[in-house]
């Protein structure tokens, strides 16, 4: 049976919570300080620790810090009579996964329990342990595809070769164009970008020509376009199927001949510059159209990198997976070392259509919203479309080779509990025994899913 751990210096709650949650089939122990309760963990592990805040001696902050430390998997669920912002964030920010105030509402508190249950068993489980190296190295994968696009890179950075970087929005055409600027033997030159759709055409010749004093209304100085500034290092122009005709002919007459002519200006420069340029629309089909100037095309369609989208290299998850939580701790200072298989399942199978970007997205969510060590089904089920979540994992569950945890979703969990009831003509006692769970929390997972026979 699940074994609850109960710190508190008021023996009244501490004798009422032991007699509840007893009734209802847990273990508990209890003790009424901080070091007793450490004490008493070292001798009998507990499934949750329930700890007051404010304590004589060390408080329950205190041995919070102590738990998280030798007890990592094990959750805490922090009560206080003080209904104050500093001790809730105090908690939160010391790893707690939920904080109930007093007076305890005992349905508000049994609910913590069984979601930090929940938790503590994922955390039990198989998971990718996550440790504190370096997040270096901004491409990530080991599917073929991938190899493909690293090959690609190794190549076109040998030379001052203009490349085309094509692929899904999300999938990482500027790590591209960072990477053959990075391994190319002008690596020490400036690497220099532009949205060429984030401006409006009098604006993006400006800033990649740059302009003349007085050359319009406000220019009250001259300034450096980023063709300069790019200098004999590398010049990236993502989104350049949304080029203007305009625009157009004016990049095909820097790339043709290596001239242009700041706004406002009377002399033309020179680049030395590698282009680089992106686009995750059909370039081909836009000149078929007479939107994109064919002329143009065959200039920047030199060499061609394409980016595969995420849903066509799944086995890459994982390994992106890491490295983004990583990156994520570093980033935003937290702490999250696992993440359960279920996750991990659940993370692979979904198609992701704005691709890395979307996956990091919804990983800086589930980091920040974390209440522990671990991420956790209910977090993306929570960040992400819960229905599309749902289809996931039905579809997972009748794939042998994914296999999700019947209490992932709360949905799976009770269509599980109903057809086990069902199957034993709702005999409680034969269904405590198939699910594993005590006939309280099977009482009350009824109750809660509102079930009933012939449902």
């Known amino acids: 049976m699940p074994r609850i751990l109960i710190v508190d210096d008021d023996e009244t709650s501490l004798r009422t919570l032991k007699l509840h949650f007893s009734e209802r089939g847990f273990d508990?122990?209890?003790?009424?300080?901080?070091?007793?309760?450490?004490?008493?963990?070292?001798?009998?592990?507990?499934?949750?620790?329930?700890?007051?805040?404010?304590?004589?001696?060390?408080?329950?902050?205190?041995?919070?810090?102590?738990?998280?430390?030798?007890?990592?998997?094990?959750?805490?669920?922090?009560?206080?009579?003080?209904?104050?912002?500093?001790?809730?964030?105090?908690?939160?920010?010391g790893g707690a996964v939920d904080y109930i105030q007093k007076p305890i509402d005992i349905n508000e508190l049994e609910a913590a329990?069984?979601?930090?249950?929940?938790?503590?068993?994922?955390?039990?489980?198989?998971?990718?342990?996550?440790?504190?190296?370096?997040?270096?190295?901004?491409?990530?994968?080991?599917?073929?595809?991938?190899k493909e696009v690293f090959k690609s890179i190794g190549m076109v950075s040998q030379?001052?070769?203009?490349?085309?970087?094509?692929?899904?929005?999300g999938t990482g055409k500027e790590l591209v164009a960072r990477a053959v600027h990075k391994v190319s033997q002008d690596a020490s030159q400036p690497f220099v970008a532009v949205n060429c759709a984030a401006l409006v055409e009098t604006l993006l010749e400006s800033e990649l020509f740059g302009h003349e004093k007085g050359a319009f209304t406000g220019a009250v100085s001259s300034r450096k376009g980023k063709v300069e500034l790019a200098g004999d290092g590398t010049l990236f122009l993502d989104e350049v199927?949304?080029?203007?005709?305009?625009m157009q002919g004016k990049l095909l007459r820097l790339l043709e001949e290596r001239e242009y002519m700041p706004v406002g200006g009377s002399t033309t420069k020179h680049s030395l510059a590698r282009f680089v340029t992106a686009t995750n629309v059909d370039l081909e089909d836009k000149v078929a159209k007479g939107e994109f100037r064919e002329d143009l095309y065959y200039r920047l369609n030199v060499v061609t990198i394409s980016l595969p989208a995420l849903r066509d290299r799944r086995e890459d998850i994982p390994l992106l997976v890491e490295h983004l939580v990583k990156k994520i701790n570093r980033?935003?200072?937290?702490?999250?070392?696992?993440?359960?298989?279920?996750?991990?399942?659940?993370l692979a199978a979904k198609d992701w259509p704005g691709n890395v970007r979307e996956l990091e997205n919804v990983l800086m969510k589930a980091v920040v919203m974390a209440p522990g060590s671990s991420l956790s089904i209910a977090q993306l089920a929570e960040i992400t479309n819960q229905d599309d979540l749902h289809e996931l994992v039905d579809e997972t569950v009748n794939d042998p080779e994914v296999r999700v945890s019947s209490a992932s979703l709360k949905e799976i969990e009770r269509q599980h509990i109903l057809h086990v009831l069902n199957q034993t003509g709702w005999h409680k006692g034969k269904s405590c025994d198939i699910l594993g769970i005590s006939r309280p929390r099977l009482d009350r997972r009824i109750r809660e899913y509102d079930l009933s026979a012939g449902k």
């Open 28 to 93: 508990v122990g209890t003790a009424g300080d901080a070091d007793s309760g450490l004490s008493a963990l070292a001798d009998h592990t507990a499934d949750v620790v329930v700890s007051d805040i404010r304590m004589p001696g060390r408080d329950g902050l205190s041995l919070l810090e102590d738990i998280r430390e030798k007890y990592p998997t094990t959750p805490v669920i922090m009560i206080t009579a003080f209904h104050d912002l500093d001790s809730t964030v105090a908690a939160m920010h």
């Open 331 to 346: 980033d935003l200072r937290k702490g999250i070392r696992r993440v359960p298989s279920e996750v991990m399942e659940i």
């Open 113 to 146: 329990i069984d979601r930090a249950l929940i938790m503590h068993t994922e955390e039990s489980g198989d998971a990718l342990v996550l440790d504190s190296s370096d997040v270096g190295g901004t491409i990530i994968g080991r599917s073929r595809a991938m």
């Open 241 to 246: 199927g949304e080029l203007s005709p305009r």
């Open 159 to 169: 030379s001052r070769v203009t490349v085309l970087v094509l692929g899904e929005s």
